[in-house]
């Protein structure tokens, strides 16, 4: 079985500049989750899609960061403008809607310069 | 408020020797536990998931115990190896409409040689 893909495993950008990730969840799983994780902090969450349709998005900040997961199968997260403090890995994560199967991509290392 | 706290935050090992992690949560209403291995700079990987009616679980040289009673969960690695060196995170799923993953912020492991 495919695991969760995620693109491009690592990028490099100036503040201020724009920046996009691709998730590709496990085929058949409803839910998705896009975490930021910042270097010795445990993941947050920053938005949750069930099918196409957003469950949480209460951490997400909304001014910079957008996502969307327009037929419920990958998604894309996206930051513009960037700020040095957005330095992380951000990780995607699938599961079935009843909690099984809730895998981790290999995330996407982001440096903010 | 669902917490999840682990312990020790870092710890050192010889190589060959056992370890045993913590991890104490208050979480309501629970679903289950689960341990994860994060090599830095990659996406989690599961070692064990729990449910309310485990008590332990192995994985290989891994084994994970749960007393829902007390709330607590241990990780003990046996025969440690230079590869176990990573971030152990413990995460606890809340049942509540959909499920949510809340995230301990980790042991993180250095084994030596």
């Known amino acids: 079985e495919a695991g969760v893909a995620q693109s491009p495993r690592y990028k490099i950008i100036e503040k201020r500049q724009s920046v996009a990730f691709w998730c590709n969840p496990i085929s058949g799983h409803a839910t998705l989750y896009w975490y930021q994780q910042i270097l010795g902090q445990g993941p947050k969450l920053l938005i949750q899609f069930q099918n196409n349709g957003v469950v949480d998005d209460s951490q997400l900040p909304k001014d910079r960061f957008s996502a969307e997961r327009l037929k419920g199968v990958d998604s894309t997260l996206k930051i513009q403008p960037a700020k040095l403090e957005d330095s992380a890995v951000y990780l995607c994560?699938?599961?079935?809607?009843?909690?099984?199967?809730?895998?981790f991509g290999s995330g996407t290392r982001l440096t903010v310069v | 408020k669902n917490q999840v706290e682990q312990s020790p935050q870092s710890l050192i090992i010889l190589e060959g020797k056992n370890c045993t992690l913590q991890c104490n949560y208050t979480v309501s209403p629970f679903s289950n536990l689960r341990w994860y291995k994060q090599d830095t700079g990659r996406g989690p990987v599961s070692l064990t998931i729990m449910t309310f009616s485990e008590n332990t679980k192995s994985n290989g040289r891994y084994t994970a115990t749960l007393d829902a009673d007390t709330k607590q969960s241990s990780l003990h690695i046996t025969a440690s190896q230079l590869s176990d060196s990573a971030s152990y995170i413990c995460v606890v799923s809340v049942s509540s409409g959909t499920y949510k993953y809340i995230f301990g912020t980790g042991t993180r492991l250095k084994v030596l040689a």
């Open positions: 994560a699938s599961s079935l809607l009843d909690n099984y199967g809730y895998t």
